[in-house]
Antibody
Framework: EVQLVESGGGLVQPGGSLRLSCAASGFTFSSYWMSWVRQAPGKGLEWVANIKQDGSEKYYVDSVKGRFTISRDNAKNSLYLQMNSLRAEDTAVYYC????????????WGQGTLVTVSS | QSVLTQPPSVSGAPGQRVTISCTGSSSNIGAGYDVHWYQQLPGTAPKLLIYGNSNRPSGVPDRFSGSKSGTSASLAITGLQAEDEADYYCQSYDSSLRRVFGGGTELTVL
């Protein structure tokens, strides 16, 4: 059974940093692109970033470029999101998602971790 | 403001058929990229409902169907049930190298 479990969310002040983690199991992690998708309270979904199987390619939504860094450790079956210079508008539930192997979709999602940026 | 446009809400009585539209542009849906649909039940993570415009993952009832034409796509739900009450999101790929979502549609079963 595919499982994605996020951790690392919490309350952080504007300008601060946070590192999210996603532990993957039930599939060959190193064979899939992986993504982070966020959802602000009461709002819709927004793709944040994704990373290729070997980490050689990374893509970001414009609003987080230069502030967020996606990475992975295939030996630990883990995905990460380093978030720096956090802003109030980054407040959201952050989901770890597996990219579909056959199309530009997301076939499995974690339960999400809440990041709140507030003073 | 979302790249893909969905109606904020739709409703229907049990047993009825409802459709949810998703409108894009020439840089995403109109460029030939597939449309995917997700169901988000209250308080839970999204779940892939339809992929590649009209394909259902294993376990998704055939009451759910998808279609695409030009710069738009639609999700249809037939035989509406109370358990279908959820938020529905369409998603595609944009030529700016990013995945894009619709703003979501809240389905109410009357």
């Amino acid at each position: 059974e595919v499982q994605l479990v996020e951790s690392g969310g919490g309350l952080v002040q504007p300008g601060g940093s946070l590192r999210l983690s996603c532990a993957a199991s039930g599939f060959t992690f190193s064979s899939y692109w992986m993504s982070w998708v966020r959802q602000a309270p009461g709002k819709g979904l927004e793709w944040v970033a994704n990373i290729k199987q070997d980490g050689s390619e990374k893509y970001y939504v414009d609003s987080v470029k230069g502030r967020f860094t996606i990475s992975r450790d295939n030996a630990k079956n883990s995905l990460y999101l380093q978030m720096n210079s956090l802003r109030a508008e980054d407040t959201a539930v952050y989901y770890c998602a597996r990219d579909c192997p056959y199309d530009f979709c997301f076939d499995y999602w974690g339960q999400g971790t809440l990041v709140t940026v507030s003073s | 403001q979302s790249v893909l446009t969905q109606p904020p809400s739709v409703s229907g009585a049990p047993g009825q058929r409802v459709t949810i539209s998703c409108t894009g542009s020439s840089s995403n849906i109109g460029a030939g990229y597939d449309v995917h649909w997700y169901q988000q039940l209250p308080g839970t993570a999204p779940k892939l409902l339809i992929y590649g415009n009209s394909n259902r993952p294993s376990g998704v009832p055939d009451r759910f169907s998808g279609s695409k034409s030009g710069t738009s796509a639609s999700l249809a739900i037939t035989g509406l049930q109370a358990e279908d009450e959820a938020d529905y999101y369409c998603q595609s790929y944009d030529s700016s190298l990013r995945r894009v979502f619709g703003g979501g549609t809240e389905l109410t079963v009357l």
